[in-house]
């Protein structure tokens, strides 16, 4: 792809043969590793780069440090084997919920950019839930970001992460009020020229998003995270477009990557045609409570035929209702997603059967 870089933030496969349960948002995660990396492969063939170790990897939700580290050295080295496009995750989840210092979230961070940056990966710093429990106000966010950006042997990803994806990031920047959030945003860009690869904003809220990216120096991308509005992002206006980095691109990789090769040849209304009709079930798979969407791309995995079973790390196959998933399956289907459509209505009908639910 030439026209826009794109990433699909990818999920990881539970190994259901391990004899482990949920033990709290951050406990032990089994990961089936060769199914994981399989579907690595899936999105690289597409020509899709991959993010690696993100929150649709359920950082913070199951998939804990020890697994997400082993997840990003794995990657990158499959990534090396098809010079596959690879930007893992940055974070602080090694560190406990409540009580991390300034400089416990600062080490914590380094530890993490360190790990990922001896894989060969592009670094995503993501929004730390410590940070913003520590932080008092901007200047925390500009000293600690400046720390990292100053050290980093490659261009980062800085990542934007809405409340509604986790509440736990509510006022991230320094304050609850998201004007001044983009200034501080915005501030730290332009206090580290050549730093910065560019900005992931996932706030749902595509005016913000284009009145941020506007504002970017040259060099700076902006990747939509945006899951509802993503088709006109993408496309763009006559002052700029936004790149992806998308957790909805996991289950429509064939479909978006279709639809971005569109822009290379020039077809700039092609991609909206290939998009728009895939928002119905990207809002669906992301509606309230948002950060349960992980539910819905592990099932329609699990339906494509991607993995052999419906069993996600730390128990989620249960944070959605059975009427959702059959209506994930429905949308997904209407989009031709299934490469076997007979098979992702043999799994459906199962699942619904052992529930007890057949006829919902």
Known sequence: MRSRTVFAA???????????????????AAVDWDTTLAFRHHLWSHGLGVAEAMDTAQRGAGLDWGAAAELIR???????????LLACGAGTD???????????IRDAYEEQLGTVEAAGARPVLMASRQLAAAATGPEDYREIYGHLLRQTTRPAILHWLGPMFDPALAGYWGG????????????????????????????????????????????????TGDDFHYPELIAGDGHGFS????????????????AVRRLDTGDAAGIRAALDPTV????????????????????????????AHFTMVGGLQSARSLPHLRRAHELADAL??????????????????VYGAEDT
């Open 176 to 223: 609850a009020d998201p004007d001044a959030a983009t200034e501080t945003l915005l501030a730290i860009v332009a206090d580290h020229p050549g730093k910065v690869d560019g900005v992931k904003i996932s706030l749902l809220d595509p005016a913000r998003e284009v009145r941020l990216r506007r504002r970017l120096p040259p060099a700076v991308r902006c990747y």
């Open 243 to 258: 790149d992806a980095l998308l957790g909805v691109f996991d289950p429509l990789a064939p479909l978006a990557a279709a």
């Open 10 to 28: 990818a999920h990881v496969v539970a190994d259901p043969r391990a004899d482990t349960g949920p033990a709290g948002p951050d406990g032990p």
């Open 74 to 84: 794995r990657s990158a080295a499959e990534a090396r084997t098809v010079g596959g």
């Open 94 to 104: 090694q560190l406990p919920a409540h009580g991390a210092s300034l400089a416990d």
């Open 280 to 307: 119905a079930l990207a809002r669906h798979l992301f509606a309230p409570p948002t950060r349960h969407y992980k539910t819905g791309v592990v099932l329609l995995a699990w339906l494509a035929g991607h993995q």
């Open 336 to 353: 031709g997603l299934f490469p076997d459509p007979d098979l992702a209505a043999h799994r459906m009908r199962t699942l619904l059967t």
